[in-house]
């Protein structure tokens, strides 16, 4: 199993071929390779059937954090939104929680806190083909989801972010309810021990270990329950989703 990793990325790059490009914002290609479609498919496929839904992704000891993490996609949110939050510290940051739930929230981070920590020490590998080893502090998504009450007809979790890709496009990401309540699933406030920088996704972001990093949600604003994400954004469920990468992006 321990090459499960570089097969999975094999075939992937070898499916998908020059069509992974970067997901810098500067780098942004313009062709939305819908070849991937089929790609995704097969992957997911092998990716559940190699990884049972309960998998833990690997930890690693304090020794092996990087020493230098790279920031990626948006470092700093210009909205006035986020620019306004920021200058006060994110005290006035509440996340917003709605869609098909039974109980909608608005959560300080003290609140969200209270409903459970976690912290993980984990590798993160972007498309680009860097990966660094960080120290993630969180909320479990899994205590946010049990509060909030998904509704049984409730498939996805949508992430909508501070940042605006393009002109009114903010980043937005979504993963399956399984996939949110995996233990290792988190909305992470802390990183290496200290608070979330802004260039990594203040006040919060999501980790999901199993995936390549453009799922990990930077400057989560709301939080959205659907069925289907078809009347979000682009309807592919994530803003590099909507631009031809592939929606489930197991390593
Ligand atoms: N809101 C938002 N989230 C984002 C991005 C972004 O541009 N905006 N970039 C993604 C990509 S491609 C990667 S690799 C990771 C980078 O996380 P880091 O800045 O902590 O390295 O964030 C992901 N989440
Ligand atoms: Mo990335």
């Not at 609140?111 to 912290?119: D, H, I, K, V, Y």
């Not at 009450?149 to 980043?171: G, I, Q, S």
């Not at 949110?180 to 260039?199: C, E, F, I, S």
Request: aromatic letters at 10%.
């Amino acid at each position: 199993m321990g090459n499960r990793r570089g097969f999975l990325r094999t075939a992937l790059l070898a499916l998908g071929g020059a069509s992974l490009a970067a997901c810098d914002r500067i780098s942004e290609s313009e062709t939305g390779p819908r070849i991937l479609d089929s790609a995704e498919a097969v992957n997911r496929r092998v990716q559940r059937f190699l990884s049972p839904s309960k998998a833990l992704a690997r930890e690693y000891p304090e020794s092996e954090i990087s020493a230098v993490f790279k920031p990626n996609g948006t470092l700093m949110p210009d909205t006035p939104l986020y620019q306004g939050l920021m200058k006060g510290d994110f005290a006035d940051y509440r996340l917003e929680v709605d869609g098909m739930v039974d109980a909608p929230a608005r959560l300080s981070i003290a609140e969200l806190q209270a409903l459970g920590t976690r912290t993980q020490i984990t590798r993160h590998d972007c498309v680009e083909g860097w990966s660094a080893i960080g120290k993630w502090t969180g909320t479990p998504l899994a205590a946010l989801l049990d509060h909030v009450k998904p509704r049984p007809t409730a498939r996805y979790v949508v992430f909508h972010c501070f940042d605006d890709m393009e002109e009114n496009t903010p980043y937005y990401e979504s993963v399956d309810l399984e996939e949110a309540r995996h233990p290792q699933t988190l909305l992470a406030y802390g990183m290496n021990g200290g608070p979330l920088p802004v260039a990594h996704g203040a006040p919060l972001r999501l980790r999901v270990e199993r995936q390549l990093g453009y799922k990990h949600a930077k400057y989560i604003r709301r939080i959205e329950v659907v069925a289907t994400f078809a009347e979000v954004g682009d309807g592919n469920g994530g803003y590099w989703e909507d631009n031809g990468y592939e929606w489930y992006a197991g390593i």
